[in-house]
């Protein structure tokens, strides 16, 4: 590697440095700080990415570590703060909104790659096992949620204690706690199977179709508990309609989803086919995950279960009679190998890893984070196919990513839970985060190993 | 089109009113305005795309109109100003400056593309011919606009006057005008010679060189008349080392770029080959095209020029030893499909129709519009080779878009040029750009036709 050599590296450093010393005024773009963010993000990816495969690993750990190591220069030396930005909680900086919005774009484009690779009639085959697990995988986490927040959480957080009536009981801190272990975040372990080539499997399938009910589940739950929570603030009792309403706008949704693309979508190709023109099957299938996206996030759904949604109702077939001249799938790669790396890596670089060194955190952490383990565990009981592999359903649906994040973000704001509590289900969940790919890596080889070996 | 039937429409319009009535606030994701923006805007890129090239325009026509039409829904009912946060000089909803960031690396790409399917050698056989249509094409609009300027302005904006000592002189102005009708912007040249497939042929290739020039006259002229003023402004004389420095950047950027394609590209391409990572190409092709813009914004020239200095040095047989199983061009167009009509859309969203009701405006406008167009239509007659369609050549040279609109912002914040002037800029910009691709479309077909006959 000689030309990568120290002498060219600074020769370049220096040149970086010449030319923003000597800047001079004349077409000051704000797209530059997003190129250069751009630039380092997807180096790491790809260098980090191709590093861990080399090592068998997948991926996408190599890109969320390669973020961590990026967030966490800060604590070599506090002049390297470039991604600061990107982790505040509400990030402001232009280039740090931009770059995580393309982030956002990012896991839209996955899920929407990982539902086009499966069927409608696939995930009704694996139907009942994604719903027995999903109900399972609710229900396990939240009564050891609540456990564990019974143990370690001994009296209200002092500003929630000022705002309700003194009967106020603390039973509704643990169902909050409960609620926010619910969530699956399905990105991580899709992009595991993904870059493995078992995306087909029905263990896949049986977890994306729980994680999407999960997702339904987990959201009413959460209106319920933060229902309660509000309303006793507010000296009333919970308005039911809302949860009510929310239930069935979500079932809507999802019976309209599966409607359109049985009923409408073939009907709707022939007549965009007739319209003869170039370039049409990306814009569709770009129209049609960013709309049911938008859709699922106005019912309050995650914008990526409308993703996942419009690639399972899209199917190779519906495009025969397009003038395309590549397939689908080969148009989105160069879009996700762009975008998806960049979630990931912000991912990875909101990892505050100082929140490691907190002790009386860590105690609460190490509680949470155990409980979200195990209750994900039991999932795997509820498939019912013979011969499937039980622990790989049950740690494909362990990490909690951003949607934990999200449920813990609105507890903040409704002063269910503090500060301390907050750090303690951000450690949870980077853990359930960083463990998964390896583990999960882990199970399907000993799993392809026990087949063979049958 | 049965399909799409009134009906449907109110159908559809119910549904969408729905959920957004009864939103929840579950997830409230920002990424959501951004999607119905991009859902918006390609539809509209695509659908006045198509209809203007089934009218034998070029597409960047229909996606400018189609950008006018979105931007100027306001003034048929006040409430459809979804696009206005796009059209602010300051951009600020987060969501806007999303759009506006996504339009810019869209050009980037564009020009990318462009460089790419142009080449070194083919640049260099019509250099010498580029350099004359440059050099003619800032000389006679800068007399031309500073003509017009001194039949026009006879005093000093107000606001200029009082910042200046008394014996401001005048002509600092004019030349400040002269000066902002030198800048080509070479995107929707470019673009038309890509929709029509003409980018290969001789006038692309010499305008392509010509445009490059003319960005590094442009700002040289742009810092030495801005120079003089602001020194002017704080009772100084000109520093004359500022412009020398810019010169010398400039001249270093391009040589340095040759050089680095020259020498340096093949050698890495052959040490990057080695690490057997796949998806490098796109990467590797990426990193280089927002590494030169990025350098080439660092000393003051537009992105634009460092992304198609990057396209222009790289080669189809770079990649030769790659793992990539589709070629580079067919990577970006996914790419180019989703970035490039952002841009030529929100350009037309920028342009405001009541600028064309101020009558004292439009005197002024349709005098420095007419000049921008015969300054450029001189060019042509640099083109030293036999054969060549000198027309075609001047009028690709006429638009001025963004680069136009950045010198009269400049001018805006020396207090230079006054509202008034600056609108009959922005006039000038709109008009240059709109004319362009019907233009450029007929020369061209004409060009063809008497190549047939003869």
């Known amino acids: ?8 590296m600074i020769l370049a450093g220096a040149m970086l440095w010449a030319t923003q010393a000597f800047a001079a005024g004349g077409h000051a773009d704000p797209v530059a700080p997003i190129l250069l963010a751009l630039i380092v993000i997807l180096l790491t990816a790809k260098l980090a990415g191709a590093l861990f495969e080399r090592l068998g690993q997948p991926a996408v750990l190599g890109e969320l570590l390669g973020g961590v190591l990026l967030g966490n220069l800060i604590l070599l030396n506090p002049a390297w703060n470039f991604f600061e930005p990107l982790r505040a909680s509400v990030i402001q900086q232009d280039w740090a909104v931009v770059l995580d919005s393309l982030a956002r774009l990012g896991v839209i484009i996955l899920l929407f790659e990982v539902g086009f690779e499966s069927s409608v009639k696939g995930m009704m085959q694996v139907g009942a096992s994604s719903f027995i ?62 870059d493995l080539g078992k995306l087909q499997t029905k263990e896949a399938q049986i977890i994306l179709g729980a994680a999407v009910i999960d997702d339904v589940l987990g959201l009413i739950i959460l209106a319920i508990v933060a229902g309660i929570i509000s309303a006793a603030q507010a000296g009333q009792a919970l308005a039911l309609g809302e949860i009510v309403r929310l239930i069935v706008l979500a079932l809507v949704f999802i019976g309209g989803t599966l409607a359109l693309g049985h009923f409408l979508l073939p009907k709707l190709m022939a007549q965009i086919a007739k319209l003869r023109a170039s370039g049409m099957m990306l814009l569709v299938a770009l129209v049609l995950a960013f709309g049911l996206s938008y859709l699922a996030n106005a019912i309050g759904l995650a914008a990526i279960i409308g993703a996942f949604a419009a690639g399972l109702i899209l199917e190779e077939e519906h495009f025969k009679s ?31 890893l100082e929140t490691f060194a907190n002790l009386s955190v860590l105690g609460v952490a190490a509680g949470i984070t155990l409980t979200a383990i195990i209750g994900k565990q039991v999932c795997g009981l509820g498939a019912l196919q013979k011969g499937l592999d039980r622990v790989t359903i049950g740690v494909g649906m ?57």
């Open 133 to 194: 697990v999903a109900i399972i995988g609710v229900i396990a986490p939240f009564i050891l949620g609540y456990a564990v927040s019974w143990i370690f959480i001994k009296e209200l957080p002092a500003q929630l204690a000022a705002m309700v009536p003194a009967d106020f009981s603390l039973s509704y801190v643990h169902m909050f706690m409960g609620a926010v272990l619910c969530a699956t975040s399905v990105g991580i372990t899709a992009r595991v199977f993904k």
């Open 322 to 352: 397009f003038r395309d001249k590549f397939k689908l799938e080969d148009l989105l790669k160069p879009l996700a190998a762009v975008l998806v790396p960049i979630f990931f890596v912000l991912m990875g670089i909101q990892v505050r």
């Open 1 to 8: 590697m000689s030309f990568i050599s120290p002498r060219n």
């Open 398 to 454: 362990i990490p909690r990513g951003e949607v934990g994040l999200i449920f813990a973000g609105i507890g903040k704001s409704l002063n269910v839970i503090d500060d301390a509590t907050f750090s303690a289900v951000v450690i949870m969940v980077i853990v359930t985060t960083l463990v998964t790919p390896p583990v999960l890596k882990l199970t399907l080889a000993r799993r392809e190993k026990a087949l063979a070996g049958g």
